[in-house]
């Protein structure tokens, strides 16, 4: 589809991982292209632009959305949450959900990982210890190529069980 | 070595790169920033010519910055690999999508606005799209010379004998159609120039191939190239070379070398690349016993446009033929061009083509025996020491070796595998359902298959080792990680082979500039057979300069010497080891590389090392709708040793469920009237989702020839294993469809629909 550049512009104030961001903005623009081109969070990843497959996945105001179906200048005021606030940036200390992906091999290729871990994060927040069904259900929207989903499974299971230690 | 005496292998140590991959920071090439953007005018017909084009228009719009046709690149053929060579554009388009024109602009929305601007008159030529009628003399003509390929011919003992002496004969013919790789991340690449030095950001598994084809299209020495791959998002057989390279650098270049990026949407990736389709003719004779007296398949492939690599040539033809001991078989194939986009290598790529007919077949002939699945599998398979195939070859063009199975588990792994699915239990005859539930019926079935998956290539690589002062480790690798681990897997070895840690070995990759090379890159699993072959001899170099250094110090013979722990000392005394850091006054450099021609060596003299696979599937038919459940698989896999448990694992269950979706999903659609793939989106191209995957029960076999040092044939006799469990998805369902409702389903993949109306013609017969 040819997308033609539109003149109509904003000045949006989006509040990304905690930190606010003065930005001006084309009123086409998609909130994954902002985050990934204005701000350098290139974490949120674009697989298909068209929100089939869920690598885009970011938290706005804790629900899991699709940022490449998202018009940014919609972002206003709203707490968007993408893969590089999880953990401590600063201690580099990683998110339970981070580290069970890590050690259970729910990674390989690595480029649905952020969007999945979104995902996750969302579903944990809601529903701490869900069970296999239920975890299937809250990555239905992500498309993983490499891993087949079962590691990924095991890993959202051990990040629930790290969390559930807490 | 033992397994009890290794300390890093065997392991399930976190691949290096996760920690970055979870936290965001990986750089994958789109997350590079480039001064341009390209896009690519696709042609609109399947088949036709550029009578004119005209790109003064686009030219005019502001932030175009270049603009290329076949005219900038008329009669300049790219060496593509194995087979058809072609131009980076031409003024013969030969399918939907093929290269038009491609513009470079300042933003992504210029650079799509001028492709609109670009007028084109175009002679629309006759198209084909079926490879038999493809093949045929009156089919319109892609190439001057003709459509097709081949005959490629395996064959061994008297095939005419072979059906004359058997008691039952069946002949069969299906269709298997393609599947895509569809990797999340699609094509991309990023060229930038620098006088005349080119530096391509690509994501890639052949880096060394790119290097070579860039060189040679622009006539500079491979020097002034460099390819830098470090994180690919999934390739499977689907990031090789192909023309959008050649197109990225050349923009670059006509913009004054400012920096491009080209990056596939996903229709447009969507539309790109597959594994061919297979048109297979299937003819088996067998005693009453069951033994098998004679195999033949005839097979026409649809290649495409542009068929690159080894999509149907011999050698692949032949894992799939020598799996049963019949002393008489013939394989024909022929590739045929078509008007489709281009067929590749992807994950066991020919093998859903032979597995899919011989294994529904062999049910078959079962089945008029009156012999259970599983038993004339048995009676059939080789075994460790028979030679393959069982007589010599009367016709062999792809130049396959005979030669005997050094190790072949297969009837441990056929009953292991049995075992888990339930097999004994609920078999109850063909097309007699497990289970009945309404309109549901339960099947399970079978499909057996000998690959050769990871072989070493030891003639394409070199690889360096660098021993610190500390004794600890760089390796210096070729080797392309996609996320399959190779570069954690070579660092495994490292630490094994110098009695070092994980954490002690550090690799280099991903940049052609290291030296360290592979001709063919990231294909065929051959990366843990090849490089880490390779990476054990460089390690035992290094070993023995250290020891040719310290023995003075010891007063002792370099071959008394041992190296190990970032120490030295006189063996059987590790107590008068001395630290390395004492000993070296630089590090150590140890390097390998394989002897020229020296490919699929033996893994000792007349033994070549095939791996048997199966796969069991149990599925649960609706025959009111036709879609199947997939209930349960067990793919069963022999990697020999695995050097890290937890990969293989991964391994072995992503290549499952990719053998899955292309079972009963996945499907490359194409409507003739409007020239336009339907397919072009994870909506109508279907791939699996957690909530379509089953239970997954894995058979991992285990065993290696403990006289063979490491370093000699495979690293620690691991054997290569990404593709072992790809392949047999339709064939074990289709067998397990028969087993449920008594109807044979002979075209892939097995979705609802196609489904639904073989149970209604079924019924109506």
């Excluded at chain 1, 989006?14 to 086409?28: F, M, R, S, W, Y």
């Excluded at chain 1, 087949?148 to 969390?163: F, L, M």
């Excluded at chain 2, 790109?55 to 690149?73: H, P």
């Amino acid at each position: 589809m040819l997308v033609k550049a539109i003149a109509t512009r904003k000045t949006v104030k989006l509040v990304v991982n905690g930190k606010e961001h003065i930005l001006d903005i084309g009123a086409n623009e998609t909130l994954a292209d902002v985050l990934r081109v204005k701000l350098n969070l290139t974490g949120t990843k674009i697989g298909c632009n068209r929100g089939e497959c869920g690598a885009c996945t970011v938290l706005i105001n804790g629900i899991p959305t699709l940022s490449c179906l998202t018009l940014a200048i919609e972002c206003e005021e709203k707490e968007i949450l993408t893969i590089e606030g999880l953990g401590n940036p600063e201690t580099g200390e990683l998110d339970p959900i981070q580290e069970a992906f890590v050690e259970n091999f729910g990674v390989q290729c690595g480029f649905c990982t952020p969007g999945m871990i979104m995902s996750v994060k969302a579903l944990l927040n809601k529903n701490p210890n869900p069970s296999e069904e239920e975890i299937k259900e809250g990555i239905q929207g992500n498309l993983c190529r490499c891993t087949g989903y079962t590691q990924i499974i095991e890993s959202i299971q051990a990040a629930s069980r790290k969390i559930g230690r807490r | 070595m033992a397994r009890e005496t290794m300390k890093v292998i065997g392991k399930a140590i976190p691949v290096m790169e996760a920690r970055d991959k979870v936290t965001g920071r990986t750089v994958y090439v789109d997350d590079m920033k480039a001064e341009l953007f390209v896009k690519i005018l696709g042609s609109p017909h399947a088949h036709a010519r550029v009578k004119s084009i005209d790109t003064s228009r686009a030219k005019k719009l502001a932030g175009v910055e270049a603009i290329m046709t076949y005219k900038e690149v008329a009669h300049r053929l790219i060496p593509f690999g194995r087979y058809q060579s072609c131009s980076a554009m031409d003024e013969h388009l030969r399918h939907v999508g093929d290269y038009v024109a491609a513009v470079a602009a300042t933003s992504e929305a210029i650079a799509e606005q001028a492709l609109e601007l670009i007028d084109v008159d175009y002679e629309v030529l006759p198209a084909v799209f079926d490879p038999e009628e493809a093949a045929k003399p009156t089919a319109p003509k892609i190439y001057p010379e003709g459509n097709v390929r081949g005959p490629s011919l395996q064959e061994w003992g008297d095939i005419n004998k072979g059906f004359a002496e058997a008691d039952v004969v069946v002949e069969d013919n299906f269709d298997v159609t393609p599947q895509m790789h569809s990797a999340m991340e699609t094509h991309v690449c990023m060229a930038r120039w620098q006088g005349d030095e080119l530096t391509i950001w690509c994501a890639t598994q052949t880096p060394w191939e790119l290097r070579g084809m860039v060189a040679y299209f622009f006539e500079i020495p491979e020097s002034k190239v460099t390819v830098l791959s470090p994180n690919i998002g999934g390739g499977f057989g689907g990031k090789y070379v192909g023309k959008y390279q050649v197109v990225t650098c050349l923009l670059s270049k006509m913009a004054g070398g400012r920096s491009t990026k080209l990056t596939f949407t996903r229709e447009e990736d969507n539309c790109y690349l597959r594994r061919p389709r297979g048109k297979i003719y299937a003819k088996v004779g067998a005693r009453k016993d069951g033994t098998i007296t004679a195999l033949q398949l005839r097979g026409y492939f649809d290649i495409g446009a542009y068929e690159r690599h080894y999509a149907t040539w011999c050698s692949s033809l032949s894992y799939g033929t020598i799996s049963y001991k019949t002393e008489n078989a013939r394989f024909e194939s022929y590739s045929v061009y078509t008007n489709h986009f281009h067929a590749q290598a992807m994950r066991s790529v020919s093998a859903p083509f032979f597995t899919f007919p011989i294994e529904q077949v062999i049910d078959e002939v079962a089945e008029k025996l009156g012999l259970d699945p599983v038993e004339i599998r048995l009676k059939n398979m080789p075994e460790t020491g028979d030679f393959v195939p069982a007589t010599p070859y009367v016709n062999n063009s792809g130049g396959c070796k005979r030669a005997k199975l050094d190790i072949y588990p297969g009837r441990q792994m056929i009953q292991q595998v049995v075992e888990a699915i339930d097999w004994k239990r609920k078999w109850k005859g063909f097309g007699k359902p497990a289970a009945i539930n309404g309109a549901k019926r339960r099947g399970i079935g079978l499909a057996y298959m000998m690959e050769h998956c990871g072989y070493c290539w030891e003639s394409v690589a070199t690889i360096q080792v660098i021993v610190n002062r500390d004794g600890s480790a760089i390796v210096h690798s070729g080797a392309q990680e996609i996320g399959q681990g190779i570069n954690t897997t070579l660092r495994m070895l490292a630490a094994e082979s110098l009695g070092i840690s994980f954490e002690d070995v550090a690799i280099v990759t991903a940049d052609t500039r290291t030296g360290q090379y592979d001709a063919i890159g990231a294909k065929a699993s051959h990366q843990l057979a090849t490089h880490g072959h390779l990476l054990l001899r460089a390690v035992e170099e290094a070993k023995q300069k250290i020891r040719n250094l310290v023995a003075p110090v010891f007063n002792a013979k370099p071959e008394e010497i041992e190296i190990k722990g970032k120490e030295a000392y006189i063996k059987g005394h590790p107590e008068g080891a001395k630290p390395l850091r004492d000993l070296l006054s630089t590090a150590v450099t140890g390097s390998a590389a394989g002897a020229p021609g020296n490919w699929l060596p033996d893994v000792k003299p007349g033994f070549r090392p095939y791996q048997p696979v199966v796969l069991a599937a149990e599925v649960e038919v609706d025959i009111e709708t036709g879609v199947v459940k997939p209930i349960k698989l067990v793919p069963g896999m022999f990697p020999r040793r695995m050097i890290n448990s937890a990969v293989v694992r991964g391994q072995a269950i992503g290549g499952a469920v990719m053998t899955l979706g292309m079972s009963l999903w996945e499907e490359v659609k194409y409507d003739e009237e409007a020239s336009t793939y339907l397919s072009r989106d994870f909506t109508d191209y279907k791939i699996p989702r957690a909530l379509d995957i089953p239970e997954i029960e894995n058979v991992l076999l285990e065993e290696v020839d403990e006289t063979i040092p490491p370093h000699e044939g495979l690293p620690y006799g691991g054997g290569g294993l990404g593709e072992l469990t790809c392949w047999g998805g339709p064939a074990a369902i289709a067998n397990a469809i028969y087993n449920a409702t008594g109807v044979r389903i002979k075209r892939s993949p097995l979705t609802a629909e196609v489904v639904l109306e073989a149970l209604d013609k079924e019924a109506t017969k």
